[in-house]
């Protein structure tokens, strides 16, 4: 005989962000009425400690052996019940949860009677949904031990290493033949001063000293299969093309140049090549974009260089995005860039003072430096219906965090280098917010440096200037420091604080099946429950994939990642939701309509079977393999398949539920 | 109990995909702008599950219009695209048999974060059911199509 | 309570402190969490709401709560204070002083009938002063854990919560106990304090009737709060015009804080949206010198506040007074049209700043120079600090906002957990956690 049901109902009033609008006392009480309820409560803040035990004490002394509750959404603490139902000793899939603040009260907020017959509704279609629950077991599967890391920049590198320390095995995948990132074009890093590259070096080092981790440079990832614990990933690696002892030769032979991306195009380099020096590895790699198969003298012999890319499989539980940034590019005379040759970034400009490191005068183009202007939020902080869009129709709307300290660290450097130089910032609001960063502001003051405050929607017009002008350009701004007065300040060197955009990893994005925010930045699940997870359950994100960080963050962030990470695969198991196809051998009568409407390879398939003596074939789900998609439960035509947790007759009890008149509902009491 | 109950409403139900639509549901209420209460957002895990006779059973009990929120080609699933564009065009067959509106059937793609679409799809629903009512007309003055008979499941 | 062994000890149990123990427990560590109040939760769970989600910030906090109390590998230990950390043998051990309850938590249920009879009524320092509760109370309603706490101070031994007790919990005998923790690795979580609403004469050094702090105004936002809206606090009447007075505790040296305190900005334009929907009448000035909204999704949320009518005046606040009504008068310098003017206010917001809770002598740590816990390896290993096996999480490193704490904790304790594993080269227990 099966138990009698006795459904326990909770309506949440999410301190006052559902009660507000519906009225939950209401609610519960025509939940009360409703079929099989047993008990039908409110609460403040359910998914406090104490609405938790209310309910583990209502399964453990009232036999509640179903629970609907009314919350936020399932998709914040769905888990939260789920554990506190399993520590009351019933099966955490009894449970069934009905979001009624993001879809309900935070929607509806002029129409409270609306939203109050709508969470009866909802309630009681949950209630009927709650009456076909079955208990089930998540499907636990063996876990990799062991993680992919794509990129190998400073969070990249810091998540392998941590998640290496920590006793998993690290796959890490660099795109670029060198590790480093955007690191390892910087030279002084705020606010200690110290060397980036000698930082970066002592990572990499440990990194690639670390027996647990095998990096491949040159390498993409060309296919992602498979789900949390078991994701298998294939990765094409270019060949290097060079031995590393022949580094010096083959470079010397190559004749090619291209621009060099490591100085943002103001130098050339070869197309086979170092990064920089000291670059890590340490041989020389062939750029193949730019090779094109170009024969090569080397010892008095022609040769011609081949790419032979490997493909790689790779099987690894969890992955890790840590794909980096851009600096923004601005477009074509934004601020004269591209058009005047003393506009540029100040990537760029980091670039140029450290290939001019020893000069004891600041020249640009072969004119002494006298004035230089450091232009704030170029390609942040932009206004929709003030800027122009970019190419996806969208402004950076976003702030990018880091170019405020960046410029003023810049600035002080400057006015240290050359005392003499006369240093503008042009900025909306001085974002010196990290520890350390406000003293290069007041060093800033301190030194001298003219500070310029412009309105986001007038940006400064930047133009040549007029011929036998004293300087090449010539700045027009409203300094809001002095009532919008109109300063025209001449200049020798704009230097443009760009903004961090996400790389185009559009590929990626679609193998992975990750979301991006509206800044195009991937998405995290929640900024405060899950910070650093994607929807994708064991896809895990660090550093500025996620968004604009300083490198402090970028570490603590692939920290935090690589925590997740042994959160997740630490066990050697993970478990998978049950929601996977499930068949009733009595109702199957082998048809096998759902086989041929399955695309996923070993879910589905018809077996033979013994019954009293003749031979029968059913069909016969294998949940590792299948994605709960329900292709096959559409077709059967014996309604003999559904996917579990998910049935046909939950759905139909659902919209019975909701089509029922407020008036037969409430009255159904 | 003094329980306010409004006018009826044409009723919408939505089934929303957790990994598209029901996701781009939940945005639209964090940026807190509101849309008409007679929606009742149910969150599955793909379309393709339901066959077309889900759908007319659902317009019998009462719901006057149903919008199919999916993840379209960025779904998780490699037959939802396809499968669900397949469902519908199925489902409107049937409906043209029983005199229903087709039109009270939408296929919406929704993304986790399309507050715009989102909401654009909720009102022209709710618009066009203002106009055309409630579904009890048309299935009281449908003509009874044999293929129709014996088609609930 | 008894000595215990533990592979990390955390220090403190608010938001940043009970992540870093989950994340620890989660990947089987056996972790003690030792935290100063009577209930964990920190200064999150004083929250309204949350930004830049305006979630309701008991939904983020109390599961968490919640996790942490019934988590299998993470011992709570409530009301006691470290007071010193020692190296010995493979890790440290901590001398900690569990302060008397005079409850016995072992019997308490959280009935509150002991509340209900006490006759002495105390300000309440969970809503900061404005509302009260009892000499014998549990903390508030969500705390954990749900047990009673004894304010000797002002208890009169009247004897009625002995009475009213149904499990014969109250002991007024309980004294101070000490007792030690052996943990391989500690994780600093000790959080941050306002600094005083009172440290600026210019600003009415905390004597002004209706200029408060920025968690009063929380108090007054939550729903849980002691009046559920918005009023003076000097005579109950619902406020029309707000001003915040931002950077009134950082950025300055006269109080001797040059750091930015990294949240007010935030803070102060959540408080902003609150109030512009509590109180749809309601003006609300933020007078600022930069608008710091740096994180994800805070441009847009400061662009959102201003597209809803809160009012943004760059101006230097130079001194407020009020007048015969206790309405406060703000004088401040409009940079923008240079000059100075007079402003009156019902009520006036400091936006103050955050100094460190601990000192960070207790742990025989060096203070950075703005006197939070210093953090030597800043761009390399951002957690940890200077004694080995020592990882700070959370505005225990200086000021941070909830979500840059919570992923500070996710990186101490992926630090914490290398560590652990490399000291002692163990091997952590596969243990199930179920559904997790």
């Known amino acids: 005989m099966p138990e009698k049901l006795k459904i326990g109902v909770y309506t949440c009033y999410c301190s006052g962000n559902i009660s507000h609008t519906v009225k939950c006392e209401q609610v519960a009480k025509v939940m009360e009425t409703q079929p099989d309820v047993v008990v039908s409560r409110t609460d403040m803040s359910l998914c406090s400690d104490a609405g938790q035990s209310q309910i583990e004490q209502d399964i453990k002394e009232l036999g509640v052996n179903r629970v609907v509750i009314g919350a936020c959404a399932p998709s914040l603490h769905e888990q939260t019940f789920r554990n506190a139902v399993t520590r009351a000793g019933l099966n955490p899939y009894l449970y069934h949860h009905v979001g009624l603040r993001e879809q309900d009260s935070w929607v509806h907020t002029s129409d409270g009677d609306g939203a109050t017959c709508k969470a009866m509704h909802l309630m009681a279609a949950g209630i009927a949904k709650a009456r076909h629950l079955q208990p089930l077991e998540p499907i636990r599967l063996e876990a990799e031990k062991q993680a992919l890391v794509i990129g190998a920049g400073a969070a990249g590198l810091r998540a392998a290493l941590d998640i290496a320390r920590q006793g998993l095995r690290v796959v890490l995948v660099e795109k670029s033949p060198f590790l480093g990132g955007r690191m390892a074009q910087l030279e002084s890093v705020f606010p200690t001063g110290e060397d980036a590259r000698s930082l970066l ?403 589905i398939a018809l077996q033979t079977f013994d019954e009293n003596g003749n031979e029968v074939k059913r069909a016969v789900v294998t949940p590792a393999n299948c994605v709960g998609c329900g292709a096959c439960v559409a077709v059967c035509p014996n309604r003999a398949i559904d996917v579990q947790g998910w049935t046909i007759a939950q759905y139909e009890a659902m919209v019975d539920a909701i089509g029922m008149s407020i008036v037969d509902l409430v009255e159904a009491a | 109990m003094a329980q306010p109950i409004p006018p009826p409403q044409p009723k919408i139900l939505i089934l929303a995909t957790l990994a598209g639509g029901y996701a781009g549901a939940d945005s639209t209420g964090q940026s807190h702008i509101d849309y008409p209460a007679n929606t009742y957002i149910l969150p599955i895990m793909c379309p393709v599950m339901f066959p077309p006779e889900f759908f007319i059973r659902a317009f019998e009990r009462g719901i006057d219009g149903i919008i199919v929120m999916y993840s379209g080609t960025d779904s998780p699933y490699k037959v939802e695209a396809e499968g669900t564009a397949k469902l519908i065009n199925q489902t409107y067959a049937l409906m043209k048999e029983r005199g229903l509106d087709i039109r009270r059937l939408r296929l919406a793609a929704i993304c986790t974060v399309c507050v715009k679409p989102f909401l654009k799809e909720v009102t022209q629903m709710a618009e066009l059911l203002k106009g055309i009512g409630f579904v009890k007309s048309e299935l009281a003055a449908r003509p009874v199509s044999p293929s129709a008979q014996g088609a609930t499941i | 309570m008894n000595n215990l062994k533990v592979d990390a000890l955390v220090i403190g149990g608010g938001i940043a402190g009970m992540q870093a123990a989950l994340d620890l427990g989660d990947q089987g560590f056996q972790v003690a969490l030792v935290e100063r109040e009577a209930s964990i939760g920190g200064k999150m769970i004083t929250l309204s709401k949350v930004f830049p989600t305006l979630d309701c910030c008991s939904c983020i906090t109390t599961p968490k709560m919640s996790a942490v109390a019934h988590h299998p590998n993470i011992t709570l230990i409530t009301y006691c204070e470290v007071q010193s950390i020692q190296e010995s043998g493979a890790g440290y051990g901590v001398a900690v002083l569990q302060k008397p309850r005079y409850v016995d938590e072992s019997k308490c249920t959280g009935c509150r009938q002991c509340e209900y009879e006490c006759p002495i009524t105390v300000p309440s320092s969970f809503d900061r002063g404005l509302g009260s509760y009892r000499a014998i109370r549990v903390p508030f309603s969500t705390a954990v854990p749900q047990k009673a706490v004894l304010d000797m101070d002002n208890c009169l031994l009247c004897g009625k919560c002995e009475k009213a007790c149904p499990v014969e919990a109250i002991d007024f005998t309980q004294q101070p106990q000490h007792f030690s923790i052996e943990a391989t690795t500690i994780i600093l979580a000790t959080g941050f304090e306002l600094t005083q609403l009172g440290a600026k004469k210019e600003y009415g050094a905390g004597k002004l009737a209706n200029v408060i702090d920025p968690l009063m105004m929380e108090r007054f936002l939550a729903p849980t709060g002691p009046y559920g809206r918005v009023l003076r606090p000097g005579d109950g009447m619902e406020p029309t015009t707000i001003a915040y007075v931002q950077c009134a505790g950082s950025r300055d040296q006269t109080q001797g804080i040059e750091y930015c305190s990294r949240v007010c900005c935030m803070y102060a334009i959540k408080q902003a949206m609150l109030i512009n929907g509590a109180l749809p009448l309601a003006e609300v000035t933020v007078y600022y010198m930069d608008i710091r909204t740096f994180g994800k999704g805070y441009e847009q949320f400061y662009q959102n506040a201003k597209a809803m009518g809160v009012e943004f005046v760059r101006g230097k606040v130079a001194s407020i007074r009020e007048d015969e009504k206790h309405n406060p008068i703000v004088k401040v310098e409009l940079t923008e049209e240079g000059r100075i003017v007079e402003r009156t206010h019902d009520l006036v917001v400091l936006s103050l700043g955050m100094i460190p809770t601990a000192s960070p002598s207790t742990f025989n740590l060096l203070p950075a120079s703005d006197g939070f816990i210093s953090l030597p390896a800043l761009n390399a290993s951002p957690s940890a600090a200077q004694r080995p096996g020592i990882f700070v999480t959370g505005a225990a490193g200086g000021p941070m906002d909830i979500v840059d704490s919570i992923v500070t904790a996710g990186s101490a304790a992926s630090a914490a957990s290398s560590y652990i594993r490399e000291k002692t080269g163990m091997k952590v227990p596969q243990q199930e956690v179920a559904y997790a």
């Open chain 1, 201 to 603: 070096h002592e990572l990499i080092e440990k990194v690639v000293a670390h027996p647990s981790i095998t990096v491949y440079t040159q390498a993409e990832v060309k296919g992602v299969t498979g789900y949390v614990g078991n994701y298998g990933v294939r990765i094409l690696q270019h060949s290097r093309g060079v031995r590393e002892e022949d580094s010096e030769k083959m470079i010397a032979a190559c004749p090619r140049l291209v621009p060099d991306e490591f100085n943002y195009g103001m130098t050339e380099r070869k197309v086979i090549y170092r990064a920089y020096p000291g670059c890590c590895p340490r041989g020389a790699a062939v750029d193949w974009d730019y090779y094109l198969d170009h024969p090569l003298r080397v010892d008095g012999k022609e040769i011609v260089l081949k790419d032979e890319p490997k493909t790689i499989d790779v099987s690894v539980g969890a992955i890790v995005a840590a794909t980096g940034f851009d600096p923004y590019e601005p477009r074509q005379g934004e601020y004269g860039y591209g058009e005047l040759q003393e506009v540029i970034t100040l990537p760029q400009l980091i670039r140029r003072l450290a290939l001019t490191k020893d000069d004891k005068t600041f020249q640009w183009n072969g004119r002494p430096v006298r004035d230089v202007a450091l232009i704030h939020c170029v390609g942040s902080r932009e206004i929709e219906g003030v800027d122009e869009p970019h190419e996806d129709g969208q402004v950076n709307n976003y702030c990018s965090r880091v170019c405020c300290t960046a410029s003023l660290h810049m600035a002080v450097e400057l006015h240290e280098k050359f005392p003499a130089l006369n240093i503008f910032e042009l900025y909306q609001d001085i974002r010196t917010y990290g520890r350390g960063h406000e003293d290069y502001y007041c060093h800033a003051m301190e030194g001298g440096v003219r500070f310029v405050r412009y309105s986001g929607e007038e940006r400064p017009q930047v133009a040549a200037a007029p011929t036998g002008d004293t300087h090449p350009v010539l700045i027009k701004v409203k300094d809001s420091l002095t009532y919008n007065e109109e300063l025209e300040i001449p200049v020798d060197l704009v230097v443009l604080a760009v903004g961090m955009k996400p790389r185009q990893i559009d590929d990626l994005v679609n193998m992975l099946k990750v979301s991006r925010g509206t800044d195009r930045f991937l998405l995290e699940v929640h900024p405060k429950l899950r910070p650093v997870e994607t929807a994708v359950n064991g896809v895990i994100l660090a550093g500025t994939a996620q968004g604009p960080m300083n490198i402090q963050e970028s570490l603590s962030a692939a920290s935090a990642a690589a925590a997740k990470v042994l959160t997740l695969l630490g066990r050697g198991k993970v478990e998978l939701p049950p929601f996977v196809a499930a068949v009733d051998a009595e109702k199957c009568n082998g048809a096998g309509a759902c086989v041929e409407a399955c695309v996923y390879e070993g879910a």
